[in-house]
């Protein structure tokens, strides 16, 4: 096979930038999102153990919400940041989504729905679990269809990377099925993606600790229970998901490859910095590195198989188109940044204060704020004056 008809698929209007750039976002975005879905679903599944230890275990009943929390917050992070990925892919691989999407359409609307019906399930337990103290199996089915939605958009992605599969796969033995119904998944690859939840939601409780020991309404004896456990976790699934890397990189015969082994080397740092565990910020910074490591080889494995075809990502027919891309930089860079540093440094000081924090009375806070609802309206006036503007430009 090679990729004729997939450069024919190809977007006659082009890309509107360098294709290498969009392929640098995706991989940026990506380990993004996975880290809202290691932490959502780590979080989760660890508050559902939690939920049955509650009620005799002290430590359990003050850490069981704050799990709770965490892993509804990075379901909501994990959708929004998904959309970043979804579109560069559809950028620069669009025939691979496109085609997945035909194969399994089915399974993608099973997927929203099945998103929504998680999530919500996700709500009930929090609100059960603030009543009642009782509501393990709510937990454990949100719980099941949130790594069942993992496991879909697993289904897409291996789809999409399958090429030479896709004939026999849209028409076995020459006989079209056009039901949506395909299903494909690579075993190891996805052990691989839900066991790095282990090791995320580990790191995460070293954060959490270490974040809340400047404060006195938590006893030394309960952050030192949730830190201790975090490092178990840490350690005990780094372990586990570096031999089922290994094993996946054997594979896909990529062992040896260049940015392979300093994926590998960078986790045995993460791991002996786990392990440590003297400054978890520091861990944290590691792990950002090892997440874009490991986003960096799902793309290496893509770009191998179809550049292998004959399809020239490079070579995409681009029409640079600088309205698009000024757009592109000041939304994300301007009103992005801005944004983004007011949500985390109100967070950050409401989450270090005992009591009510009123941000109305902090001066940093209440200055990101109002910046960003000026950048906010300008950004809004901006982008449907601008867009009017382009929409009638040659009718008008
Ligand atoms: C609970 C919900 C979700 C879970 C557990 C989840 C999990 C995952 C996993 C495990 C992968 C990697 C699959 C692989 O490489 O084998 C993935 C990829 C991806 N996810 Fe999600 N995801 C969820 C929701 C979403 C949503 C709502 C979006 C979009 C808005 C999204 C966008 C993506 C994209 C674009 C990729 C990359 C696909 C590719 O490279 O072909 N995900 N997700």
Redesign the pocket.
Known sequence: MDATFINLMRDPAGVPFFPVVFQGLYILT?AL??AF?LL??GALGLSVYGSTKQKHDNNWKIFNPHLIMTGKLS?SL??LL??A??LF?QVIYDS??YV?NTLSGAWVFIFIYS?IA?YMMFYWYSYANKKSNGSTLIGLISFAI??F??IL??N???E??SPTKWTEWYAPNGVIDNSGWNFHI?II??AF?VSLTIPVTGIFMQNYSDFLSTRKDFSAEYLTFVKNLGTKLAVTGLLISAVLFVVWMLQAGLLLHPVVLATIASVVVLLLAAKANKNSYITTAILVVVALFISGV?ELI?YNIMSGLGYDLYGYPMNLEWETIIMFLLTFVILGFTGVAFILTMAWKAGKREGVFDASKDVAVTRLGNATLALFITWTMVYFAWGIFALFKNTL
């Open positions: 990506w999102h996975a879905v959502a679903i379901v994990l959708i998904g959309i990925p979804l892919t691979g989504w997945a998103l998680g949130l790594v939605c993992g958009m697993h897409f992605a291996v999409s990377i690579d690859r996805l993606m799902r893509r």
